[in-house]
């Protein structure tokens, strides 16, 4: 059974480019949630989507937006990078809502010069 | 809102020694409890989970026990291997208008030494 695939694994970008992520998440899950890790903020949620629908968002700027594809793959875009978005940025899929926990994907590496 | 603490780290401990990581939260509600552990490079994994109060989780040796009167869910493992050396992330799931998300704790790092 596949895992959670995040492409690219790496990203090296310049400041004021935009950068699309994407996330497969496992067969038959339909939530998708993206989190930003960095060593200062630790892990901070971006957002989730459920069927196509974003359902909740975190504080982030509006450069961060994402979306969900019928087939649940899920993208997060930003745009005018900055180099405080340096991080891994995390996918998880879940099977259903709270209490069952989520598969995470190993993440892609972005870095802003 | 919802919130999560853990014990700074890093914790560093000899092989086959005890293990406990401090987990408190705070939520409204009847919040779902999780640790997931970090191993460099890597996404994080579930390690085990716990629904309701006075659950208990466990998996690969490694427990913990959702205490509501306490609002807490402390890791524990009898003996500790040197395979065991990550970064452990406790962490709710509790509802939210429209959804759920899950907050993380700040994680501890953990190094066990042979």
């Known amino acids: 059974k596949a895992g959670v695939t995040q492409t690219p694994r790496y990203l090296i970008k310049t400041r004021g480019q935009q950068v699309t992520l994407s996330c497969s998440p496992i067969s038959g899950h339909r939530s998708v949630s993206w989190y930003q890790q960095t060593p200062g903020q630790g892990l901070q949620f971006l957002f989730e989507y459920f069927s196509e629908t974003q359902r909740n968002k975190g504080n982030f700027p509006g450069r961060f937006s994402g979306r969900q594809f019928s087939n649940s793959r899920s993208e997060m875009n930003v745009s005018t990078l900055e180099l405080g978005d340096s991080a891994l940025y995390l996918c998880a899929s879940s099977l259903r809502e709270m209490g069952y926990g989520y598969t995470f994907g190993s993440g892609t590496r972005l870095t802003v010069v | 809102g919802n919130s999560v603490t853990q014990m700074e780290g890093p914790v560093t401990l000899s092989e086959e020694a005890f293990l406990t990581i401090n987990c408190t939260y705070t939520a409204t509600g009847y919040p779902s409890l999780f640790w997931y552990v970090q191993y460099p490079g890597e996404g994080l994994q579930l390690l085990l989970k716990a629904t309701k109060a006075d659950d208990k989780g466990s998996n690969k040796g490694f427990e913990a026990t959702y205490r509501k009167e306490t609002t807490s869910f402390h890791l524990e493992k009898g003996s500790v291997q040197v395979s065991d050396s990550a970064v452990y992330f406790c962490?709710?799931?509790?509802?939210?208008?429209?959804?759920?998300?899950?907050?993380f704790g700040a994680g501890t790092r953990l190094f066990v030494k042979a």
């Open positions: 962490a709710l799931s509790g509802s939210n208008t429209g959804g759920f998300k899950t907050i």
